[in-house]
C-alpha cells in the first residue's frame, strides 16, 4: 500500500472532472462562469491549458513565525556559508568566471540562494545573489549562450533559467527578459543539430517550466514550438509511468530511467506534456507516476526510494536529499496547473517531515540518503544502499557525492514561496499551512496583506488576519487537508463545516481586520506499510521512536564538519495498538516549539504508546534488518514509548512491527 494512495478513482476524479468536484464551483456559480486567468499574476495564455492558479512572484509570500525562524537557520549555516569554504561553490567557480566548477553546482546553489535572500530580505545574501546571476546576465555569449563557455551541456542552463526567472520576479532586473529572450533564439537554432542528452534529455522539463514563463509574459508564440521541440528530444516521461519498467529493487548499474533524482524531476514531466499537447493522457499520467511510485518503491514521508536508484520499499533503504527538493518542486508546479489538493497534502508530507528529517538540527550537516527506520549512521563498506557508497548517510559537509551539499537550499524557501497562489477569479488560495505573511492584489486592484498567524503543522488552528487596503469583496480558497475529518471555518459569526479534500470557497466582502479562524483537527491515524508494518501520523507529520543519539566527528573542521550517529538506547520495538481506533492506544503530549524545531530534544509534539521489544530483529548490513511480518509475538514487557515528529529524529524507527 502506497503513501497517501491515488488510485484510478482517484485520478479520473481529479482529471476529468476537476471543475466539478467544487474546486471552482462557487466562483463560477457567483460570476457566472469561469475567468480565463488571474488579472494581476500570470497564468498560461491561449493556447496552453488553463492553469488552476498563478503562482505569486517570488516575495509576495514572506516567512514568519517558526517558519522564518527555520529558514534563518537554514541561512546561518551552510546556505549563507558554503562559499567561505567549499571549492566547488567559491570565487574560482565557473559561474563567477574562474576556471573551477562550471557545471550544475553553481546554478543549484543559486537557486536556493537567489528565495532565501529575498524571503529574508538579508542584505549580505541579497548582494551574494546579485554577484551570482550578474556574472551569467553580463558575460552572455554574442551567440545568446549563457554561463560558462568551458560547459557544453545544456542541462545546466535548464536550471540557470529556473534562476533568472525568480531573479526577475523579486527584483524586476531588465536584464533578465533579453537575457532569456536571446537564449531560447539560439536554442531553437543549435537544437536540431546539437540535440539534448543525457541529464538534459531526461530533465527537459525544467526548462520547458522556463519557456512557458517567458511566453505567458510576451505573448511571443515561437516559444511554444520551442517548447515543443524541447519535448520531442526529451524522455517519454508518460509512456515510463503509464507502466513503471522498474518494480523491483535496482541493485547494479546506472540507468538515467532509473536514477531518483530524475524520476522525482520527472512527475512533473507529464503536466508539462500536457500543457504542450493538451492531450489528457499526459494529465492521467501525473497522477499514474505518484500512483507507481508509491506503489512499488513508496515510503512513510511521501517519498520514494533511491539510493541511487529505485530501491523498493523497505523502511531501510534510503533516498537522496536532491530527489526530495525536486519532488517538492514538482508538486509546486502541479498544483499551479491543476489544482488538485491531493499535491498540496503530498507536498506538506514531504516537506514537514523529509525535508527536516535529513539534516542536522542547525543545517550545517545534510545527509545524502536518509532512512525512514534510520537505526545507525556510519561509514561502513557493508551497506544496504547497492549503488551509493560508505558514507552515504552520515550527516555531512559532502556525504557521497556533492550535488546535494549545492541543490539541498530550494526545499524550504520555495515551500514558502509557494504557500498562497492566485486564483483566476482575482482571488487568493491558501495551499499549504504555515506562519506567513502574504502581501497581494485581488479583485479591484485592491491590494491586501494576509496574516498567517499558526503553529501548524504542530497546531491544529490557523488564524487568517485580512488587512485590505479599503472594503472589497473577493474570493478565498483555504485547503481543506483530506485527513481533517471535522474541520471548521469560523469567519464574520458565523460557522461553517467544509469538507476535508476540497477547498472551501469565501466569497465576501473583506474589511480591515476581518479574521479567518480554520480549525483543523489532527486525529492519530495508523498506516499499514511494507510487510503489513504500522506507521503513526498526526496531521500531515509521521512520527518516529525516539532514539538516544550519540555523535562523533569523523572529520573536516566544525561547524561544517562530518559526523557518525550511534544509537544510545533500544531501537527494536512492535508496537501496541488499536488499529481501529488508535487514538484510544495514544497520548498526545505538546510542547513549546523551541529554538532549533526539528531536533530530539526540541519536539514540540510528542506521541506515547506501548510498545515491546522484538529480540529477534536486529542489525543487517549496518541498517535495521528486514522488519518482521506483522502481527508480531513478543514475550518481552510492555514499556511506554515516546514519538517524535520524523523531522526532529535523526535516528528513528518508523515504520514498526504490529505486537499481535
Known amino acids: ?35 480565463r486567468s488571474n488579472s494581476f499574476y500570470p497564468g498560461n495564455r491561449e493556447p496552453l491549458p488553463k492553469s488552476a492558479f498563478s503562482k505569486l512572484p517570488l516575495g509576495a509570500i514572506k516567512p514568519t513565525g517558526w517558519l522564518k525562524r527555520q529558514l534563518r537557520i537554514q541561512a546561518d549555516g551552510l546556505t549563507g556559508n558554503l562559499p567561505k569554504f567549499w571549492q566547488d561553490l567559491g570565487p574560482n567557480s565557473g559561474w563567477l568566471g574562474g576556471t573551477g566548477e562550471s557545471w550544475e553546482r553553481g546554478p543549484y ?46 542541462w545546466p542552463l535548464g536550471i540557470m533559467l529556473k534562476v533568472l526567472t525568480q531573479f526577475y520576479e523579486a527584483t524586476g532586473d531588465p536584464r533578465v527578459i533579453p537575457a532569456m529572450q536571446r537564449f531560447f533564439e539560439f536554442m531553437k537554432r543549435e537544437l536540431p543539430n546539437r540535440p539534448l542528452k543525457d541529464w538534459a534529455q531526461y530533465r527537459w522539463q525544467d526548462t520547458v517550466l522556463s519557456i512557458h ?13 520551442l517548447a515543443k521541440l524541447v519535448m520531442s528530444q526529451g524522455f517519454d516521461w508518460s509512456k515510463h ?29 507529464p503536466g508539462v506534456s500536457y500543457e504542450i499537447t493538451g492531450d489528457e493522457y499526459h494529465k492521467r499520467m501525473v497522477y499514474e507516476a505518484i500512483s507507481q511510485l508509491d506503489k512499488y518503491h513508496g515510503q512513510a514521508t511521501g517519498i520514494f526510494s533511491g539510493d541511487e536508484h529505485f530501491a523498493g520499499r523497505s523502511p531501510s533503504q534510503g533516498t537522496e536529499l536532491c530527489a526530495v527538493v525536486e519532488y517538492m518542486f514538482s508538486l509546486e508546479n502541479l498544483i499551479a496547473l491543476l489544482g488538485d489538493i491531493a499535491f498540496a497534502d503530498r507536498l506538506e508530507r514531504i516537506a514537514f517531515n523529509a525535508l527536516p528529517g535529513t539534516f542536522t538540527a542547525d543545517m550545517w550537516a545534510h545527509q545524502y540518503d536518509q532512512q525512514a527506520n534510520q537505526v545507525i549512521c556510519k561509514v561502513a563498506e557493508d551497506r544496504v544502499f547497492a549503488t551509493n557508497g560508505p558514507d552515504a548517510n552520515i550527516f555531512g559537509l559532502e556525504p557521497n557525492y556533492g550535488c546535494c551539499t549545492s541543490n539541498m537550499h530550494q526545499g524550504w524557501p520555495k515551500f514558502v514561496s509557494h504557500l498562497w497562489m492566485a486564483t483566476p477569479d482575482d482571488g487568493l488560495a491558501a495551499i499549504s499551512y504555515a ?104 496531521g500531515p507529520l509521521v512520527f518516529s ?21 550511534y544509537p544510545t538506547t533500544k531501537w527494536n520495538y512492535g508496537l501496541i495498538l488499536d488499529t481501529s481506533n488508535p487514538e484510544k492506544s495514544v497520548k498526545v503530549v505538546k510542547k513549546p516549539i523551541g529554538e532549533y524545531i526539528f531536533s530530539s530534544k526540541g519536539a514540540p509534539i510528542e506521541l506515547h504508546v506501548k510498545g515491546k521489544l522484538i529480540p529477534g530483529w536486529g ?35 518508523t515504520e514498526f512491527p504490529l505486537i499481535k
Not at 1 to 22: C, D, E, H, R, Y
Open 619 to 653: 542489525l543487517e548490513h549496518n541498517a535495521a534488518g528486514l522488519l518482521p511480518e506483522s502481527p508480531v509475538s513478543s514475550d518481552e514487557p510492555e514499556e511506554e514509548l515516546v514519538l517524535i515528529p520524523y523531522g526532529c529524529a535523526k535516528l528513528r524507527v
Open 435 to 538: 506562519p506567513c505573511r502574504v502581501t497581494a492584489t485581488v479583485k479591484g486592484g485592491v491590494k491586501v496583506t494576509v496574516d498567517v498567524q499558526t503553529d501548524y503543522p504542530f497546531d491544529e488552528n490557523v488564524k487568517i488576519v485580512l488587512k485590505p487596503e479599503r472594503a472589497a469583496r473577493f474570493p478565498i480558497r483555504l485547503r481543506i487537508p483530506s485527513w481533517a475529518e471535522g474541520a471548521a471555518i469560523e469567519v464574520g459569526g458565523s460557522r461553517q463545516s467544509p469538507q476535508p479534500g476540497r477547498f472551501a470557497v469565501l466569497d465576501r466582502e473583506w474589511k480591515d481586520g476581518d479574521t479567518i479562524n480554520l480549525h483543523l483537527p489532527m486525529r492519530v491515524r495508523v498506516e499499514r506499510r511494507f510487510r503489513n508494518s504500522v506507521t503513526l501520523l498526526r
Open 1 to 35: 500500500m502506497g503513501v497517501v494512495p491515488l488510485n484510478k478513482v482517484v485520478m479520473l476524479m481529479s482529471t476529468m472532472l476537476l471543475i466539478a468536484s467544487g474546486i471552482f464551483a462557487t466562483a463560477a456559480e457567483s460570476a457566472g462562469g469561469e475567468p
Open 109 to 154: 546553489y543559486m537557486d536556493g540562494l537567489i528565495p532565501i535572500a529575498f524571503l529574508l530580505d538579508d542584505p549580505e545574501l541579497i548582494a551574494s545573489a546579485k554577484k551570482w546571476v550578474g556574472w551569467t546576465l553580463d558575460h552572455q555569449d554574442e551567440s545568446g549562450w549563457l554561463g560558462p563557455k568551458s560547459n557544453t551541456d545544456w
Open 213 to 225: 514563463w517567458l511566453y505567458n509574459r510576451t505573448g511571443d508564440k515561437s516559444l511554444l514550438e
Open 545 to 565: 521512536l525516539r532514539i538516544g543519539e550519540e555523535w562523533k566527528k569523523i572529520r573536516g573542521e566544525e561547524p561544517h564538519a562530518d559526523y557518525e550517529v
Open 241 to 269: 509511468f503509464s507502466d513503471l519498467p522498474y518494480k523491483e529493487r535496482v541493485t547494479s548499474g546506472f540507468s538515467h530511467s532509473s536514477h531518483v533524482v530524475n524520476n522525482a524531476m520527472g512527475i512533473k514531466a
